[in-house]
């Protein structure tokens, strides 16, 4: 198909495709002369994914460049590409990751409490420890025992997230897979829990109104 | 205290105090004459937690402002609180909450699953549907009966975090308690989510690669 439908089956404008394509972050159409170029579905789906890092994601252009480009390299272990991607992410926390090394002890002991296999050059150990230094700069000091609870929860949130790509076995699928379970599942997993402490908070409020009735 | 002082024990610039004075997202300090102003704990505390929304937080100024409005007011029902100051919290995923309405029945629907008692107000039901008419487009649609699993351990996680402002009788300590859970304990779980994915995923990796030793 030409940009021009492209376009159409996108709903990306001519305009943001050219500066994709520009900005590498699409691989080009195959040249049909100097000036036109035949786009596929793959570069329907690529746009879309495009799309969904830049907005729902809250990735920069240059970032969403780094997990495509990470999306497009061979893996030799699939399920591995997780973490890779993971890296490639923008990390929620990484605004005060400086000077916290002194809750990265904590965190240490957190993901060896969980058995968590987990590198000691991930980016995500320090994030957490800046965040436990912000709530505990607030008056909230999260220690190990506390965050164990929450900790147990993500292990069985990260259990479903498995699950969605075991059995997946074309690596770019997978890949593409991840990387969209991720990132854009992070917004809903946040909506789950803004409702759940809604509906939780009134349950107890109500309850404490009315003790005698269940 | 004077404004240096104020400075110095908050870490805050005293031009950024001036700036969040001039922006009304701090009570001025009791006059000590034309030029001079004195400041007490409880302007440490509030610095601090506007550094800790505006940064951790990613909230504007004008965000952050709203939401320091929202504590500042009386409110009846302590725990109703929550869902308010909820509601002048930026929503993760509403950079795409137009058109999204089709996806709503079936947020209605998850929420009356789960027996939560969420006003039918919520902005996060609009933005919830709009995340997952996002994922949708990008090949993986969830179903009621597919989010359910995660609308489970929401709510589990939603307990610990009522539990956290169980028993703060002072309004004001509750509000700011609340905001903190909301807000700062997002970037917490999306990273304990993370560091739990890559420990189950070597974990199956491991696994696959030697089925016959457990």
């Given amino acids: 198909m030409r940009i021009s439908e492209l376009s159409r089956q996108s709903g990306v404008p001519v305009a943001s495709i050219k500066y994709y394509l520009r900005k590498g972050l699409m691989p080009a159409g195959r040249a049909m002369g100097a000036t036109l170029a035949e786009y596929g579905e793959e570069h329907v789906q690529r746009l879309r994914l495009i799309r ?15 997990v495509l480009a990470e999306i497009d390299q061979p893996h030799d272990d699939p399920r591995g590409m997780l973490g ?32 968590w296999d987990v590198s000691e050059a ?9 965040s436990l230094r912000e709530l505990s700069r607030l008056g909230m000091d999260f220690g190990v025992d506390d965050l164990l609870p ?13 699950d969605q790509i075991d059995g997946i076995e074309d690596r770019m699928a997978l890949a593409e897979r991840a990387a969209i379970i991720t990132l854009l599942l992070e917004p809903v997993l946040a909506l789950l829990r803004r409702l759940a402490q809604e509906g939780e908070a009134r349950r107890r409020t109500a309850e404490a109104a009315a003790p005698h009735t269940a």
Same sequence: chains 1, 2.
Wanted: no cysteine.
């Fill in 52 to 66: 969904a890092l830049t907005t729902l994601g809250g990735l920069s252009i240059a970032a969403a460049r780094d």
């Fill in 84 to 115: 890779v991607i993971h890296y490639a992410l923008r990390t929620p926390a990484d605004a005060g990751a400086t000077g916290a090394e002194e809750l990265t002890e904590r965190v240490d002991s957190l993901v060896e409490a969980m058995d």
């Fill in 122 to 130: 991930s980016p995500h150990r320090l994030a957490l420890a800046a």
């Fill in 150 to 162: 929450y900790a147990t929860l993500a292990a069985a949130v990260a259990r479903l997230d498995l």
